[in-house]
């Protein structure tokens, strides 16, 4: 059965462009609530604990660059099938490939800066999470 939470993360380019408060908007008429939210900056060891999974790729490196570059929005994520909704409301990674009107399409810069992070399973949701927020700190309503 799919989970009724995700975790978000508007990136550091979205957040620099000025692009936050248009992505929260689409995110909620989309039918999302926000269960959890704050704005923090990532040192690089916690981009890299973060990304640990990714670890041995090519890319991790310049990956726990960006993500320490500046502020992000770490957001919790309510709704039914939260996950494949949320996959579909932000589109493809490479926004050139991403659908019209999604988050990608719209605010990314490219498939490196591409504006936002969606959990892809219920299981990573609720790890990456947990990495942000304590259940202190997720509203239940």
């Known amino acids: 059965m799919a989970g009724k939470r995700t975790f978000s993360m508007i990136k550091p380019d979205a957040v620099a462009a000025g692009n936050s ?8 008429e989309a039918g999302f609530r926000i269960v959890a939210m704050k704005m923090t900056r990532l040192t690089l060891a916690q981009a890299g604990a973060f990304y640990a999974v990714h670890k041995e790729r090519p890319f991790y490196q310049d990956l726990c660059n960006y993500m320490s570059s500046g502020p992000i929005i770490a957001l919790v994520l309510e709704k039914e099938n939260a996950v494949e909704d949320f996959r579909k409301l932000i589109g493809a990674t490479d926004p050139a490939k991403a659908e019209e009107g999604t988050i ?22 609720t790890i990456e999470s947990a990495f942000f927020f304590s259940k202190l700190e997720e509203v239940n309503a």
């Open 21 to 28: 408060g248009a992505i929260l908007k689409m995110i909620e």
């Open 104 to 125: 990608r399409k719209l605010f990314a810069k490219s498939i490196e800066a591409n504006a936002i992070h969606g959990s892809d399973s219920d299981e990573n949701a």
